[in-house]
């Protein structure tokens, strides 16, 4: 017989997880969507934002699919208050969200320019009014143009020039916002636009995209002790896209490519980060030229880490490679659907890194090519992508991992950058022609997951206090 108190069953399934996953997740966990300027605002060149290197990559040809750019995208400096009422009325605690830096400062040195910060403070001001924490990050790939021409992350200068504008962020956000992270996923910045050349700014050179590395952890220590030394008030780190690393087999030669690729991919940051040097067994030949000092700058105490999780990568030196088996699939990026690697990856950190602050889930999420018939998006393998991987990471808790949030990528379909607007992230659809946006299966899914959870959590204490 169902009793009352059955109702508030702690297994009832909520965002189908199973009892474990909820005894982790159901209780002060941070729910969230994520996005980034680039990929969503458009208007570039509207209010005196500053060119940025992604406006110029994409107007190379053959750089991104069709030529795509983010000129257009969601077109969410317009409409902004929408889509902030969209966050809301999905019922998340917390949307992240990045400023573009040549909106705020156009040239990246000197002049501020005051409708850009504006843009900035009445996005944070509606997501607060709509109680929705924001969280903010400071550079998701959109350096201004001109800090390029003068020699972009290759150039030491930079860091300084980014730290000047972090502190200005700081001051001007720092008492509204739920927490500011200083880079998102400086391992593609470094690596994916100085070394293969598949982002902005395109370069191809190895020894640079280590410098340029070095650089970006440099900048994040200046910017955190800049903006320590003016009091931001809100909690600061940084946000790191990281892997776990499977080896193909027991082979001397798998085992030592996975504990290299591991080096390169995750300790690479890591260790100047929280063990103040760079990894030594890398495999790598190119290294930075490091100056006196920089490596106690960037190891500076951080509030949070922010890790971007999306897949595994897989090591096989034989020849012809062993594949990896893909028993779950894969997702339209091609990449392998590996949701226990998060687990792996979480475990590691803790185990490596005795100075880890409380961990986020940043970013996850899945690429699907969603479309809209009768007015509705059917995005099952969304929802069983999320599923898993908010399994894993409760597992992750039970094994002691302190982690407080989990924001899911995309809130809405967006610009991909390279891969252009046919890679479909959002929980949100977005016809781009007419801008409309409907809500996929999984965003209901995950509104109404939320919203279970937070009865439970609601009614469990109701029955503590009245027995
Ligand atoms: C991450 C990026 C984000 C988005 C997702 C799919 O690497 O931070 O902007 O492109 O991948």
Redesign the pocket.
């Given at each position: 017989m169902k009793t009352i108190s059955s109702l508030h069953d702690p297994a009832a399934p909520a965002l189908g997880l199973s009892p474990e996953a909820h005894q982790h997740l159901g209780r002060d966990f941070l729910w969230g969507v994520a996005t980034?300027a680039y990929?969503i605002e458009g208007a570039v060149d509207v209010d005196g934002r500053g060119a940025s290197i992604w406006d110029s990559f994409a107007r190379q040809p053959g750089r991104t699919v069709n030529g795509e750019s983010g000129a257009v995208a969601c077109d969410h400096y317009h409409r902004w208050a929408e889509d902030v009422a969209m966050i809301a009325d999905l019922g998340v605690d917390a949307y992240r969200f990045s400023i573009a830096w040549p909106r705020v400062q156009p040239l990246g040195l000197g002049g501020f320019n005051a409708k850009g910060l504006d843009f900035y403070e009445r996005l944070v001001d509606g997501l607060l009014a709509r109680g929705v924490q924001p969280h903010a990050t400071l550079y998701?790939w959109d350096l201004p143009q001109h800090l390029q021409d003068l020699g972009g992350w290759g150039s030491r200068d930079t860091a300084f020039h980014f730290a000047h504008y972090a502190d200005l962020i700081a001051r001007r956000l720092g008492d509204r916002l739920a927490s500011l992270a200083t880079h998102?996923?400086p391992w593609?910045t470094a690596v994916l636009g100085h070394e293969q050349g598949k982002f902005a700014p395109g370069e191809r050179d190895p020894q640079l995209a280590a410098q340029v590395s070095h650089h970006l952890l440099l900048s994040h220590g200046l910017a955190m002790t800049a903006m320590r030394a003016s009091a931001a008030a809100c909690p600061l780190g940084i946000v790191l896209?990281q892997v776990s690393v499977s080896a193909a087999s027991d082979s001397a030669a798998d085992q030592a490519g996975a504990r290299s690729e591991y080096a390169r991919f995750v300790r690479w940051y890591m260790d100047p980060l929280f063990l103040g040097q760079y990894p030594q067994d890398t495999g790598i030949a190119h290294y930075p030229e490091i100056r006196s000092g920089d490596m106690a700058l960037i190891q500076q105490p951080m509030d949070f880490l922010g890790i971007?999780y999306?897949s595994r990568t897989w090591i096989s030196s034989a020849e012809p490679a062993v594949p990896a088996p893909k028993a779950l699939g894969e997702t339209d990026m091609g990449w392998e659907i590996y949701p226990d690697g998060l687990r792996e990856l979480l475990v590691g950190l803790k185990r490596d890194y005795a100075l880890l602050p409380p961990l986020f889930i940043m970013?996850n999420?899945m690429?699907n090519a969603d479309s809209v018939s009768d007015g509705r998006i059917n995005d099952s393998a969304r929802i069983d992508y999320v599923r898993r991987h908010l399994e894993a990471l409760a597992q992750a808790k039970a094994e002691g991992v302190d982690v407080r949030g989990y924001f899911y990528?995309?809130l809405m379909d967006n610009y991909?950058?390279d891969s252009g607007y046919a890679k479909r992230?959002g929980l949100v659809h977005v016809d781009y022609a007419s801008q409309k946006r409907t809500l996929k299966d999984s965003a209901l899914w995950y509104r109404d997951g939320i919203a279970s959870l937070r009865a439970l959590t609601a009614g469990r204490r109701e029955e503590a206090l009245h027995g």
């Open positions: 980034s990929q998701h998102n996923e593609c896209n971007n999306y970013e999420g690429a990528w995309s991909e950058w992230f």
